[in-house]
Structures are given as structure tokens and as C-alpha cells.
């Protein structure tokens, strides 16, 4: 039997969003609207993951203000907090939107790690809704938040919660895989492939960055906020906002981003550098349309970004390193490594995670094979993913 581990979820929403009945019916399966609401209440869910016992400790808190002297409490107490209202009624989203929540944020100790769950319920009243899906969308990611629209009554709730559940323990143990966060780090550092330049007054310097990744990730409105930031620092200070940029925050820079954002005239949203956030916007990349290499396998256009490919593999790196960028690029695959593999080396190199593939050792050794063939960087590491399926060998050894 394996060990149980214990889950924190607190509940957070204004009376009558339905808090209460979306956490009984993902204990019991069955809906009730029938509820006498107190300051807390606490609940208990076993859950298997992955092959893994997983103990739900849920809290549900009052909707009302006086639920607001204990949210530090709570926040601290829980590794998921979960933020609920309901799509009929718009004063159930306001109560959240309107409670200042990067100042709760900020009241949460670093060395805390949790996640940002918003909910908005009640999607069976959709001849009713009052608040659009967009709108909760944008809040969620102003915030730093995941966002899913539910119906506690019409809905199985459990596979919501456990994929809420597996959202928080990648993002806490890894966040942004820690891997492409030291690639990304590296090639921002060596500026191979830049094809654009911040000008930094203080210094009359001027330093690089790759436009068409942090254009996409920032928006068009904060890249143009980020050549006023960048333009006032010391070429140090930018430097390291530029980092951030690219690889987000933690707990070791979180402080210093902070102080100097405070002082500059423009604003880029904390948010947009949290690693929820630029999880998300890494797989809306992948997905995206706005790429610069085409590169086309057994005659199937794949489509990359650049910098992505540099960061991850010595051979991309010798081929781009002396070449100018350019809008978008064909490339037809001369490595010989096929298409299923690539395909699972795309979603890898992007987010770290691995699809479903490699099932079995000829399969493992052809991905072997294609590291190898790629120059592979010491830190893109699949060990980890394949240990316990494909244990080394003489034969399969992943370095």
C-alpha cells in the first residue's frame, strides 16, 4: 500500500456561489442545495492519481466579510486555494474581483508554495449567465489563477478536482521545468539568435532578446511597457528583469523584480511571470500559429520556435548560431529521427512533458538514439520520466 499524501484546499467565494455544494458533491456524488452555512466547515476526499493515494483536507470557508479575517490563515494552511463564483451572478464574481487579491497574495510566505484554482459554477444556468467566460478567463490570468467553468449539479466533479490536484503538484514540485528554465537562462546569455535590441540609457548600451518569444508571451501592450522599464535601469538591473522575462519568477528573485518595478513609471503584471502563467502561455505556444520554423518531417510541417530548438540541442545551435533570423523558415529533417518521436520531443522541449509513446524499449531506444543526434544539453533530462518503465542497462542507458 502506497503512503497517503495529505492535499490543503481552501474554499473561498461569496454565500450563495456554491461553495458548499460543489465540495459535498464531489464527497458524496449527489447535488444539495440544502446547506445552514458556518465561519468553517471541513471536509475529507481520498482520491488515486497516477497510482497514487491522495487525502483531499478540503476547508470551506463562510461567504461572507467575516471569512476575510481569516483568509491569511487560510491561504497559508492550504496548497490549492480555490476561488468560486457563480456564471448567474455577477456580485458572486465582483466579491472576489474586488478583494484587492495581489495584497493576499503578497501576505503569503514565499517558502509556501500553492496554487491558484478560479472556478466559475453553475454553468447549468446558462440561459442565465451574467458573467462571460472571457471575463473569467482574463481574471484568472491577471491573477496567476487556472480558471474552469463547472456545474455542481449536473457535473462529475472528481476528474476536475484531480486535475486540479495534478496542476498543483507539477507546478509546486517543478513550476516552469527547471531544465528549459537553465536552457532558456543559457541562451538569453549567450544571445544567439536575437533579432531584437532594448536600448539601455543609463549606460548607453543596448542589450538583446528574442522578440517573437517574448512578444507572445507579454503581449504586445507590455513588451512596449518593457522598453520604458528596461530603458531606465542599469544595464545589470535590466539584464536580470530581461531573465525574468524569459525563464519567471521564484522565490530567489520575486524580492529584487519587486523593488524595481515599484519604481518604474510603467507596470508589467506580476502575474504574467508566475509559473501558472507561463505554463499556460508555453502550451498555447505550442499550439500557436506564430512560429519562425517550419520543419518538415516524413513530408508533415511541424511547426517551432527557433529559440526553443537552440536552447535544447547542440545540433539547432550550431545551425542557427551563425545564421540571421528571419520571419519564418523551411527546414526539411536530415537527423532521420521519425515523426512519433519528434512529436514527443516538441511537447518536451516546450513544457516537460511527456506524451504517450514510449511504451516500450525499441521505442525508448529510438529516443536514445535522437538525443544523441540532437547534441542534447546536459540539462534536458528524460531520466526521470523513465526510470521505474526502462530500468538501465548495458543495452539502454539515458545519460
Known amino acids: 500500500m502506497s503512503e497517503t ?22 464527497i458524496s456524488g449527489k447535488y444539495s442545495e440544502r446547506y445552514t452555512p458556518v465561519l ?33 490563515s487560510i491561504i497559508k494552511k492550504s496548497n490549492i486555494f480555490v476561488m468560486l463564483y457563480s456564471i ?17 497574495l503578497r501576505g503569503v510566505k514565499e517558502d509556501h508554495p500553492y496554487s491558484l484554482v478560479l472556478v ?98 507579454l503581449g504586445e501592450e507590455h513588451f512596449e511597457n518593457l522598453k520604458q522599464i528596461l530603458y531606465n535601469l542599469s544595464f545589470e538591473k ?9 525563464c519567471g519568477l521564484n522565490k530567489a528573485n ?16 506580476t502575474a504574467l511571470f508566475v509559473r501558472t502563467k507561463i505554463l499556460h502561455d508555453l502550451n498555447e505556444m505550442l499550439k500557436g500559429q506564430t512560429h519562425d520554423l517550419c520543419l518538415i518531417v516524413e513530408n508533415e510541417e511541424m511547426y517551432f520556435h527557433k529559440i526553443f530548438l537552440i536552447a535544447r540541442f547542440g545540433y539547432f545551435e550550431n545551425l542557427f548560431s551563425k545564421k540571421k533570423n528571419k520571419e519564418i523558415e523551411k527546414l526539411t529533417d536530415k ?38 543526434i540532437l547534441k542534447v544539453h546536459p540539462n534536458f533530462n528524460l531520466k526521470k520520466h523513465f526510470a521505474e518503465k526502462f530500468p538501465e542497462n548495458d543495452d539502454c542507458c539515458l545519460m
Not at 451572478?89 to 478583494?99: A, G, I, K
Request: with cysteine.
Open 5 to 26: 499524501v495529505k492535499i490543503q484546499i481552501g474554499v473561498l467565494g461569496q454565500l450563495g456561489s456554491g461553495k458548499t455544494s460543489t465540495v459535498k458533491k464531489l
Open 40 to 72: 468553517e466547515d471541513k471536509f475529507q476526499k481520498e482520491l488515486l492519481i497516477n497510482e497514487k493515494n491522495y487525502l483531499l483536507d478540503i476547508l470551506d470557508t463562510a461567504g461572507n466579510e467575516s471569512c476575510w479575517r481569516i483568509k491569511n
Open 88 to 104: 448567474a451572478d455577477r456580485s458572486s464574481y465582483r466579491f472576489l474581483v474586488d478583494q484587492e487579491y495581489h495584497e493576499i
Open 120 to 217: 466559475g459554477n453553475k454553468k447549468d444556468l446558462e440561459n442565465e449567465r451574467q458573467v462571460s467566460t472571457t471575463e473569467g478567463e482574463e481574471f484568472a490570468n491577471k491573477i496567476g489563477a487556472f480558471f474552469f467553468e463547472s456545474s455542481a449539479k449536473n457535473d462529475d466533479l472528481v476528474p476536475i478536482f484531480e486535475r486540479i490536484v495534478t496542476i498543483n503538484l507539477i507546478e509546486t514540485a517543478n513550476g516552469l521545468p527547471q531544465d528549459l528554465q537553465e536552457d532558456l537562462g543559457i541562451l538569453f546569455e549567450k544571445q544567439i539568435l536575437i533579432d531584437y535590441q532594448f536600448e539601455i540609457d543609463n549606460e548607453k548600451r543596448k542589450i538583446g532578446c528574442h522578440r517573437i518569444f517574448l512578444e507572445q508571451r
Open 238 to 246: 535590466a539584464k536580470f528583469v530581461l531573465k525574468c522575462c524569459y
Open 254 to 269: 520575486r524580492t529584487k523584480w519587486e523593488e524595481i518595478m515599484e519604481n518604474s513609471k510603467v507596470e508589467i503584471p
Open 335 to 372: 537527423t532521420g529521427i521519425s515523426l512519433k518521436i519528434w512529436k514527443i520531443l516538441r511537447i518536451y522541449i516546450y513544457n516537460g512533458e511527456i506524451i504517450d509513446g514510449i511504451n516500450d524499449t525499441k521505442s525508448y531506444k529510438e529516443l536514445l538514439k535522437a538525443l544523441k
